[in-house]
């Protein structure tokens, strides 16, 4: 009985071994593939930085090439009257008074008295 129990204490441990080393592989391919996500995710956040800032520079220059337009349609009041259509609108919305922050309690804390 002795010689089956140790063929079967071999075996088992031989299973264990590997399957430590299938563990092995498993966490070096996550890693891998988790270095291989960080580096794309940092590629795309690089991109789309660049393609802000490129529509930012487009926006500032269709202003500007706007601003350059814009006396000429200044001495006529009606034709740019038309052709905007907030012209009667207000251009800012109102804004809130300022509020005493002395007798304000910090909105992040919640305060509990007994």
């Known amino acids: 009985m002795l010689p089956v129990f140790v063929v079967l204490f071999l075996v088992s441990y031989g299973l264990m ?10 966490i070096d391919n996550q890693r891998s593939l988790i ?11 690089q991109l789309r930085i660049k393609n802000q800032q490129a529509q ?3 926006q500032a220059a269709a202003k500007a090439h706007s601003k350059a337009q814009s006396p000429s349609t200044q001495d ?27 007798t304000m309690e910090d909105e992040r804390r919640s305060v509990s008295r007994i």
């Open 56 to 58: 930012a520079q487009a």
């Open 17 to 26: 071994t590997l399957l430590v080393v299938e563990q092995g592989r498993t």
């Open 76 to 102: 006529k009041p009606q034709a740019r009257a038309k052709n905007d259509p907030n012209a009667g609108k207000l251009r800012k919305p109102p804004q809130k008074p300022p509020t005493d922050t002395a």
């Open 35 to 45: 270095q291989s996500l960080f580096d794309d995710s940092a590629k795309l956040t």
